[in-house]
Structures are given as structure tokens and as C-alpha cells.
């Protein structure tokens, strides 16, 4: 399959890791739009939020396990956001999930709603 973050998995394409276990990968963002911007992707190929299913969505929760901890060892107590693209009307670019990790600064919130 030919998907930019299985890839990155892989190592096939290079990444700025931020943490790594059996279930999940995060990495810097390439275009961080805030100081802190890093993406939380799960290891399996799961191409978006509505492709989530009972199945697979174990590792949903993990994801946020980890978002917290990874946060918390950051230093950003004062805050940040978690935002998930799906499709292209949201502008999904990577058809594989992935969580966006914002902060280190005070957010804005009008790009979040759409405009
Ligand atoms: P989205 O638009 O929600 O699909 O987000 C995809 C994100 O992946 C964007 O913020 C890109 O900057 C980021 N991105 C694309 N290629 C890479 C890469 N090779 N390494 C790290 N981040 C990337
Ligand atoms: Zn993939």
C-alpha cells in the first residue's frame, strides 16, 4: 500500500520520533503550525475517524493514553489541542489516521472552525 505514514512506520521515510510503542508511532510534524506540533498515528492502516470500527478502536484510547503522558513530559500544563482531520472536506492529506498534537502557545480557534 502506498501510504506516506505506514511508510514512515516502517522507516522507509524518515521521522522526528516523539515516542514508540507496539500499538503507536508519533513524530514531529514536517509544517508545525504551533511550537509544539507533533502527530500520533496507530501502527496499524486505519485510513481516517470514520473508518474506526469495535474492532479496531482499542487503539483509540491508547492514542489518548499516550497524548497525555507524552503532554505531560512535554510541560504543557497551560494546555493543548488534539484535532483529527477525516476526508477531504476537513482537509485530510495522510488517508492514515493520525492525531495532531498543538500547543506551546495560546491558540486561536477560528481555522478549527472552518472559515
Ligand atoms: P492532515 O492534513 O490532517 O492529513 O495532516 C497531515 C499532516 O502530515 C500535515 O500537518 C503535514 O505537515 C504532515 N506531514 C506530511 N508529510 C510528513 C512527513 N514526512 N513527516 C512529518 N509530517 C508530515
Ligand atoms: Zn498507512
Redesign the pocket.
Known sequence: MDC??CK?IKGE????KVYEDDMVYA???????APV?F?VIPKEHISGAAAVTPENSAVIAHIFEVIAKVTAEMGLEGGYRV???NGDD??????HL?F?VIGGKQLGWSSAQGD
Do not use: E, R, W, Y
Not at 521515510?13 to 522526528?16: D, K, L, T, V
Not at 513524530?27 to 503550525?33: K, L, T, W, Y
Open positions: 506516506l505514514f514512515i521515510i524518515p521521522s522526528n513524530f514531529h510534524d514536517i509544517s508545525p503550525i506540533h502527530l484535532i483529527t482531520n476537513a482537509g485530510q492529506t495522510v488517508k493520525h495532531h
